[in-house]
């Protein structure tokens, strides 16, 4: 499986953007799918999540900003993400999981918020 994330870029504080991930076969056959970042420096975390249950599920800073969404059809997932901040400046990863727990991983995208 291989996975295309995209969307990254230079954006002011407050303004939008969306990243996508597409992947290379169906995403409903996966388990679950996430959105991870991992800043200069720190620990890659998790941001954004679609559960093996269906549930969104989202890290407390990003609550009420983010969106994951996924369009079955396109078999993409994405990352709608708004009132952008400075300390989300970060690699931007999109991960799925198969239903035997294997992960496949994007290669990463770069949003820099920065006035």
């Known amino acids: 499986v291989q996975l295309q994330a995209s969307g990254g870029g230079l954006v002011q504080p407050g303004g939008s953007l969306r990243l996508s991930c597409a992947a290379s076969?169906?995403?409903?056959?996966?388990?679950?799918m996430n959105w991870y970042r991992q800043a200069p420096g720190k620990q890659r975390e998790l941001v954004a999540a679609?559960?093996?249950?269906?549930?969104?599920n989202y890290q407390d800073s990003v609550k009420g900003r983010f969106t994951i969404s996924r369009d079955n059809a396109k078999n993409t997932v994405y990352l709608q993400m708004n009132s952008l901040k400075p300390e989300d400046t970060a690699v931007y990863y999109c991960?799925?999981?198969?239903?035997?727990?294997?992960?496949?991983w994007g290669q990463g995208t770069l949003v820099t918020v920065s006035s």
């Open positions: 076969r169906s995403i409903s056959s996966f388990r679950s």
């Open positions: 991960k799925l999981t198969t239903w035997s727990f294997d992960d496949y």
């Open positions: 679609f559960t093996s249950g269906g549930r969104m």
